[in-house]
């Protein structure tokens, strides 16, 4: 009967505490792990849950794809941000991609969001743009 009691009484104060309080994001760099790349193959990509790195929740994910050396290098992970420097709301607002030429930034904001695959236009598809464009006018 005392174990029993002692069961409950741990039970009932676990319900208590809030255990994964922040964001999961798929944690990889696709020079290293070639399954973190586009394609994206999330069954071979650990997933971590943000609070483990900060003192603070964090509330987004991100994915960075950069042209590099020849080729495309895709890293994803939690966003650096913390309730420390950047509310919660204000993270949530800053949600979206940033492009810079083929490089882009995505920020999201739901468990391993940060799997999306990037738009990327190929040469290819750019110049057949172009030829369409230029029979058009």
């Known amino acids: 009967m005392a174990s029993l009691?002692?069961?409950?009484?741990?039970?009932?104060?676990?319900?208590?505490?809030r255990l994964g309080d922040g964001i999961r994001?798929?944690?990889?760099?696709?020079?290293?792990l070639p399954d973190?790349?586009?394609?994206?193959n999330p069954g071979r990509v650990p997933s971590s849950e943000c609070d483990n790195f900060f003192t603070q929740q964090t509330f987004t994910c991100f994915k960075a794809t950069q042209y590099a050396a020849g080729q495309y290098v895709t890293v994803r992970g939690c966003?650096?941000?913390?309730?420390?420097?950047?509310?919660?709301?204000?993270?949530?607002?800053?949600?979206?991609s940033y492009w810079k030429g083929?490089?882009?930034?995505?920020?999201?904001?739901?468990?391993?969001?940060?799997?999306?695959?990037?738009?990327?236009?190929?040469?290819?598809?750019?110049?057949?743009l172009?030829?369409?464009l230029l029979r058009l006018f």
């Open 5 to 17: 009691s002692a069961l409950l009484s741990v039970l009932t104060i676990s319900l208590l505490f």
């Open 25 to 32: 994001c798929y944690v990889c760099r696709s020079d290293e």
């Open 102 to 128: 083929v490089n882009v930034m995505s920020l999201c904001d739901f468990p391993n969001c940060n799997a999306a695959v990037s738009n990327k236009v190929g040469w290819l598809g750019c110049f057949m």
């Open 79 to 96: 966003a650096p941000f913390t309730t420390d420097v950047f509310p919660g709301g204000m993270q949530k607002g800053m949600v979206g």
């Open 130 to 132: 172009t030829v369409a």
């Open 36 to 40: 973190c790349g586009d394609p994206f």
